[in-house]
């Protein structure tokens, strides 16, 4: 009777613990792997971006008539001092491609930074001040909730011009609301806790309270969410210039590429293909960082 | 659980009130109706002219009460292009993009519950780890490029399916899987954890120690427990779809109220604009509060808070 | 003696609402307490969970505004002191050093916390401050820079009664002190805090469900049952000759070590 967990191998708690942290090990080595792919792809994304003028070899909006849509390096007929062939207007793809990285991280993370201030600001207010304050945040996130992204997205741009600076500002304004809601329960969490309580038993100000004692330990949930918004804003920007309502033309943003080569789909596929494998391993690089982060950072949040 | 649904309701109304506000607002300042509808060379006593018979001339507010009431009956005006008016035009679109969001829904569901419950029954297997590994890595592919490749794939090289149009079934398969395939991974995930939750449930032991066999036992007990907060999410989802329909449509040239929308804002057609805005936003908010009050009839813990 | 802290009538309800067309109904949390903390001893507060004790704490502490009622502090009306005069004058010491202590700050910036809120000093003299408390608190000065979670749950508490103590309070409200220590390092906290009260001359609200502990240490003790104050006597006298019902009860539920008082009891 005293050897219970004999019957009951799976009770058996050293068994058990063992199991529980080979699956742990597990996962921070998949946490760490995922940012360190991630974290490395996207690097080397950004250092494209930034060394654009060094690293592309051609201007990338010069035309050139005569050399219209000369196919990739791996096609026929190609042509070696143009390695992605060029568009429908003879312009080096490869350097568009190079140049467009600029517009698409720019619009990433400047509307991650916007949505996150207006998102956290509003969340954490909610948050600690509880009561009427917390009712008519939550009712304007539930009314955010109830609007459509991509349709208010291009009625706005519409409205006031298609551009990067709108397409940022825009988004920025309509993307907030998942950092408002987690920020809003964490800030819940941490206001209960009694080192807040003892904060404002030492006379502590309100914001000095929410900057010094509660911001530092929800911050972690805004790191997260930032990357994850990073990419739904590439994704949304790809879609809006997709559309024409985004980025306009001659930038080289990769949706507006897409659309610039959608004519050409039924007989050179490569011009739609180069800049969507492009649009997607930024996107699935910044994904994996932000899985990676999430995993490292709280475990047990993963399911 | 009647209180709860009365003070949901009361929500749903003030939200859909806001929204109406947004929607009339947003798209009236986008644009001088009344500019629009006298078209580009019209003089500045025209466009008085046009104001006056509009009643374009009144307070924005009253004309945004002029507006709503009329929706309220259906009427949403003119069309500056089209020779119906806004509310036949949006009856006649909204069919295709119901049954795209529709079909769209029902392939994620099909991919994401039997994928959800093989990832419960092995969690952690390599089954769980691939199958989750590639339903994350499709969210980073840009939904309408994804359509493209598929129609080149499908559609060009394969010649399995038509290419673009909406006349017939087979236009729907592409443009269905495509939207489906973003509401997978949120199904999944719901399914693979309320699986876990429930078989790991006292009565689905007894269930097994009855000596039921064990198919019966995952389909008639534990699967049946496990959907529903599943079929919560699904009707949030297909107000997403709604959405992304906008973009699906105008890839695949279907004829919707999302193509109508984005010829309608490329053409500055105002009412068309407001009319689509309010009424995808309404399903939105429908939509929502059902998907509420199925978690709320769930859990009980919801309704107090 | 007259009191230091005293409170009078004290109430604080809450409403509740139970539902969109029932009528709303409050919840005294607090009902008409009046207790007296006399300078230099130690008051218990004893009852069971959810009595109110916690309540009555946060209003001393200015964390919870009373309904009704008055606190004097020296004789004069609480609300007119500012929340910095207030928290110069009382301090508290919580439950949970796991919950009270900011996992993202070093024990330096936590324990001077409130000279740098109040602007008393330069940050040379905080540091200097600070080793002086962790030295009064018997903790080690090499913990000056290390993270709440790098300390033991004893350890946590010693930080958690320094910064309670660098602003010289008069009145240190402890909120279950010690009940979430093990047992072994329990004895060291409760020495500490009986040290300290009386190196310092301190006046202690202990607020507490273990009696044994409130036995040794309260000078008084009041027992609350349901928002109100049933018993308020001399330790020895409540211990010896309970009057309440309810506290007879609470005595009797728990273990008595003294074997002569449960052959009394019986």
């Known amino acids: 009777m005293n050897d219970i967990s004999a019957d009951h191998p799976k009770l058996d708690p050293d068994n058990a613990l063992r199991s529980n942290l080979t699956k742990h090990l597990f996962r921070r080595i998949s946490a760490h792997n995922s940012i360190l792919i991630g974290g490395g792809v996207l690097g080397a994304i950004v250092l494209m971006a930034l060394f654009a003028p060094l690293l592309a070899p051609h201007d990338p909006f010069s035309q050139d008539l005569s050399r219209r849509l000369l196919p990739p390096f791996w096609m026929e007929d190609n042509n070696p001092k143009h390695i992605l062939g060029t568009d429908n207007l003879g312009r080096d793809y490869l350097s568009r491609l190079i140049y467009g990285a600029q ?47 991509v349709l208010v997205a291009l009625a706005v741009v519409a409205l006031v011009g298609g551009s990067l600076h709108a397409v940022i500002l825009v988004l920025g304004f309509l993307l907030w609301d998942r950092y408002a809601v987690v920020m809003r329960s964490a800030t819940q969490q941490a206001r209960n806790m009694d080192y807040v309580s003892a904060a404002r038993a030492i006379g502590c100000p309100t914001w000095r309270v929410v900057l010094s004692e509660i911001f530092p330990n929800v911050v972690n949930n805004l790191i997260v969410i930032a990357t994850f918004e990073v990419a739904h804003a590439i994704l949304l920007e790809a879609s809006l210039s997709f559309l024409g309502l985004g980025v306009q033309p001659p930038d080289p943003s990769w949706g507006l590429m897409i659309a610039e080569g959608k004519e050409f789909l039924l007989f050179d596929p490569w011009v739609i293909t180069i800049p969507g494998i492009a649009l997607s391993i930024l996107v699935l690089a910044v994904n994996m960082l932000g899985d990676g982060i999430r995993d490292v950072s709280a475990p047990e949040n993963r399911n | 659980m009647l209180n709860f649904t009365v003070r949901r309701i009361v929500l749903v109304m003030l939200v859909a009130l806001t929204v109406s506000v947004i929607a009339f607002f947003l798209v009236r300042l986008s644009g001088d109706l009344a500019t629009a509808l006298a078209g580009e060379d019209a003089n500045a006593q025209e466009i008085a002219d046009i104001k006056k018979i509009y009643g374009l001339d009144r307070p924005l507010i009253v004309q945004y009460a002029d507006w709503l009431l009329s929706a309220l ?230 309704r107090v808070s | 003696m007259t009191p230091i802290l005293e409170t009078v009538d004290l109430e604080c309800s809450f409403w509740i609402s139970t539902g969109m067309f029932s009528p709303k109904k409050t919840l005294a949390a607090v009902n008409g307490v009046s207790v007296q903390l006399l300078k230099g001893q130690v008051l218990g507060l ?55 202590l900011n996992p993202r700050k070093t024990i330096f910036e936590i324990i001077t916390l409130p000279l740098s809120v109040h602007k008393v000093g330069t940050s040379r003299d905080w540091l200097q401050k600070a080793r002086e408390m962790m030295d009064l608190c018997g903790l080690a000065s090499r913990y000056l820079n290390s993270y709440p979670s790098q300390l033991s749950g004893g350890q946590r508490q010693r930080v958690a009664i320094a910064r309670a103590l660098v602003m010289k309070p008069e009145v240190v409200i402890c909120d279950e002190p010690t009940s979430a220590l093990d047992v072994s390092v329990q004895s060291q906290i409760l020495n500490l805090l009986m040290d300290l009260k009386n190196e310092l001359g301190l006046t202690y609200l202990l607020i507490s469900h273990n009696l044994a502990v409130v036995e040794h240490l309260a000078d008084r003790v009041a027992v609350m049952y349901f928002g109100e104050i049933v018993e308020n006597e001399d330790t020895e006298q409540l211990f010896n000759k309970p009057n309440h019902e309810y506290t007879k009860k609470l005595l009797n539920s728990v273990l008595v070590p003294d074997p002569s008082r449960f052959a009394r009891s019986v």
């Open chain 1, 103 to 149: 517009i698409s991280l720019m619009i990433g993370v400047c509307t991650a930074i916007i949505s996150g201030i207006i998102g956290s600001a509003l969340g954490i207010t909610a948050g600690y001040f509880g009561g009427r304050i917390d009712a008519v945040i939550t009712f304007i996130i539930t009314t955010r909730l109830s609007m459509p992204i």
């Open chain 2, 73 to 302: 009956r259906g009427d949403f005006g003119a069309s500056l292009y089209f020779p119906e008016t806004v509310g036949e035009l949006v009856a006649m679109r909204l069919p295709t993009t119901l049954l795209l969001a529709f079909s769209g829904l029902v392939v994620s569901l099909l991919i994401g519950i039997p994928f959800g419950v093989i990832a419960a029954l092995k969690p952690d297997s390599w089954v769980d780890r691939i199958s989750m590994s590639i339903a994350v890595a499709g969210q980073a592919i840009p939904t309408f490029w994804m359509g493209l490749m598929l129609m080149v794939l499908f559609g060009l090289i394969l010649r399995l399916t038509p290419i673009s149009g909406d006349e017939s079934w087979q236009h729907f398969i592409l443009p269905a899987f495509t939207l489906g395939y973003y509401s997978t991974p949120p199904i999944m995930r719901l399914t693979r954890s309320g699986m876990l939750e429930v078989l790991s449930a006292d009565y689905i032991r007894t269930a097994y120690a009855k000596g039921l066999k064990p198919l019966r036992v995952l389909f008639k007990h534990a699967l049946r427990n496990a959907v529903i907060p599943v079929v919560a999410l699904a009707s949030v989802q297909f107000g997403h779809m709604l959405s992304g329909a906008i973009v699906i449509e105008s890839v695949f040239a279907m004829q919707g109220i999302g193509y109508l929308a984005w010829e309608s804002i490329l053409r500055n057609d105002i009412a068309v604009i407001q009319a689509i805005l309010l009424i995808v936003c309404l399903f939105y908010v429908g939509l929502t509060f059902i998907s509420d009050l199925l978690n709320a009839w769930l859990d009980p813990r919801i």
């Open chain 3, 46 to 100: 004893v009852g069971e969970s959810g009595c109110g004790k916690s309540t009555l704490a946060k209003m001393l502490l200015g964390l919870q505004k009373p309904t009704k009622g008055n606190i004097l502090f020296d004789g004069q009306p609480f609300e007119r002191l500012s929340q910095f005069e207030r928290a110069a004058r009382v301090q508290p010491i919580f439950q949970d050093p796991y919950s009270s």
